[in-house]
């Protein structure tokens, strides 16, 4: 059933890791070296890595997501007691082609028939969201990859919301927006979009600024949120 609050939308605009492209595929498929340590390897690495994002932002020291990914995945090995510079390599390179979730094709693909312009705006370098669009073949079911390079600076910043608005030629309240991420949907909220949290685990809202217009489940729920 459409969503009022959805009514006139001229574009969705996708966070990627964590909302199109899961984050622990490449220890998944690549970590088997770590044994029992895998899991908790693989969510210290993405911790540090947003951490380290939110950090850099606030000590004004922006590195591109590459570097960050690499130095928070350096801290989770170490921290786990593992220091191997061929794994590090290995889930690096593993990082340029995440899988994508199963509902992800689907849901674009209904988006595009739809008449809605579709794009991703990420923390992610260029050369890692083209490699990662590319990998789980959806180049031709996104009009465009957005990054924070652009402005030099991480999410929640305002300047990378204002990315989307500028390069889709419309305005906040015409973008439906989507992340898994609970701060960055309350970023994104507070910034003007129209918010559609992806709630893929069962997480709580964060108590920040913005208010979330709805959330899902399953990317399935959206195109039926936007009358499609």
């Avoid at 070296?33 to 020291?61: C, F, H, I, N, P």
Wanted: net charge negative; proline share 4%.
């Amino acid at each position: 059933m459409s969503n009022p609050a959805f009514a006139d939308i001229d574009a969705c605009v996708f966070d990627a890791y964590g909302t199109l492209f899961d984050v622990h595929s490449a220890v998944r498929r690549g970590g088997a070296a770590l044994g029992d340590k895998a899991d908790a390897v693989s969510a210290l690495w993405r911790q540090k890595q947003l951490e380290y994002t939110w950090l850099r932002s606030l000590m004004d020291t922006h590195v591109d997501f590459w570097q960050v990914t690499s130095e928070g995945l350096d801290y989770a090995l170490i921290a786990s007691g593992v220091e191997d510079s061929g794994l590090h390599a290995q889930l690096m390179d593993l990082y340029l082609s995440l899988d994508a979730y199963p509902d992800v094709t689907d849901a674009l693909t209904r988006l595009r028939a739809g008449g809605k312009k579709t794009a991703i705006l990420s923390n992610g370098a260029p050369k890692m969201l083209d490699a990662a669009v590319a990998s789980a073949g959806l180049t031709d079911l996104l009009d465009e990859a957005l990054s924070v390079e652009d402005v030099g600076i991480y999410k929640p910043d305002r300047r990378v919301y204002q990315i989307a608005v500028e390069r889709l030629s419309t305005t906040p309240e015409r973008i439906c927006f989507v992340s898994t991420n609970a701060w960055d949907a309350s970023g994104a909220a507070h910034f003007g979009f129209r918010v559609a949290w992806m709630n893929r685990f069962g997480k709580i809202p964060e108590r920040l600024p913005g208010k979330l217009s709805a959330t899902m489940e399953s990317l399935n729920e959206l195109p039926p949120l936007l009358g499609l």
